[in-house]
């Protein structure tokens, strides 16, 4: 198994699409890119911790490649967008890839390039935290009532069903290989 570490904007958002991406076998929402220890949601929410919400995905590299989740990632949000997804407004809502060795940071920035040559647009997804700032790229797992928010009480949130379906059709409708039966 590999991880990859992916900020898109909402983390229940992004949660939601990667749990129906064929080999993945776990998906944790939390926090990274930011400097105080062990940040809270409200504190996050702030933008004044400087972390993104984000996810980690845990995945079978024999199932989908680290190349095709970045694939996946890039093509089910706006990475266009500086600070924001749809409504949600703030630096924790960047669009950033947190890759784990030298390896993913040469596959990240390559997924930039293909998103753009492939799109005719720049992305303003940033690739941070590799360069041995161990408290920039510290992993914070979210809250429990954060983890698989989509399975549970996301679907009672108006907020949530108004965004997340769309990108579960995008990833249905773009990346029908990759989904889940």
């Known amino acids: 198994m590999q991880q990859a570490i ?36 409200k504190e ?5 911790t400087g972390h993104a919400e984000g996810i980690r995905v845990t995945f079978d590299p024999d199932t989908i490649s680290l190349p095709e989740i970045y694939d996946v990632f890039l ?13 949600d407004i703030g630096t924790q809502y960047r669009s950033a890839i947190f890759p784990l060795s030298a390896e993913q940071n040469v596959e990240a920035e390559a997924a930039i390039a293909r998103w753009n040559e492939e799109n005719g647009k720049t992305a303003v997804t940033t690739v941070e935290g590799l360069a041995g700032d161990e408290q920039t790229s510290a992993w ?37 290989k990759y989904v889940k039966s």
């Open 44 to 48: 996050v929410c702030t933008g004044q």
């Open 140 to 176: 914070y797992p979210a809250e429990d009532y954060h983890q698989e928010y989509w399975d549970g009480e996301g679907q009672r949130n108006p907020y949530c069903v108004a965004v997340i379906p769309p990108k579960i059709m995008k990833l249905r409708k773009s990346f029908q």
């Open 75 to 87: 093509g089910t949000h706006d990475p266009t967008q500086l600070n924001r997804q749809g409504g």
């Open 6 to 41: 992916i900020a898109g904007g909402c983390f229940w958002c992004t949660e939601a699409v990667f749990r129906d991406v064929i080999g993945v076998t776990e998906v944790e929402s939390g926090y990274i890119g930011g400097t105080k220890i062990d940040p809270t949601y």
